[in-house]
């Protein structure tokens, strides 16, 4: 199967301060269940540079910590990786925690102050409303459960 997976945790040097968050299990029950990764990078994609400066949700808009409205960069990047899961007939997708493009469930309140509040990262919404299934490394067992398993 094909499943669309934040770059950040296969390895990619792509985070917000230009680390990543490389997640062995994930990358263990992938190659056991012999799924193929197709890496994505939503804020790459959209426009802003590693490193970049923090960035949370506030409603609709996404903000940086000194206040700069990044918006824009955060709705283009959840189009690519939309357009990166039907290219690649991802019916899935494992994207980062938390995130405010990536995040499932939870994200960031916008304080920046560490506090999670419930909802979605722009493009873990985007991806949602076209019918893709979304997990994160916090809960990707859910969708390779006989592959999480073994890792």
Not at 32 to 60: F, K, S
């Amino acid at each position: 199967m094909n499943i669309l997976v934040s770059a950040c945790l296969l390895g990619a040097c792509c985070k917000y301060s230009g680390g990543s968050n490389r997640c062995p299990a994930l990358l263990e029950a992938l190659r056991a269940g012999g799924h193929t990764a197709v890496p994505i990078c939503p804020e790459i994609y959209g426009g802003l540079p590693t490193p970049r400066p923090p960035a949370e949700r506030r409603g609709d808009r996404v903000v940086t910590e000194t206040g700069a409205d990044v918006t824009a960069q955060y709705r283009k990047g959840a189009a690519e990786a939309l357009a990166m899961a039907e290219l690649n007939g991802c019916r899935a997708a494992i994207l980062k925690a938390n995130s405010p493009s990536c995040g499932c469930g939870t994200i960031y309140d916008g304080s920046f102050s560490h506090r999670k509040v419930p909802g979605d990262g722009v493009a873990a919404q985007a991806l949602k409303a076209a019918g893709i299934a979304v997990y994160t490394e916090e809960n990707f067992e859910q969708l390779l459960p006989g592959e999480a398993q073994h890792s």
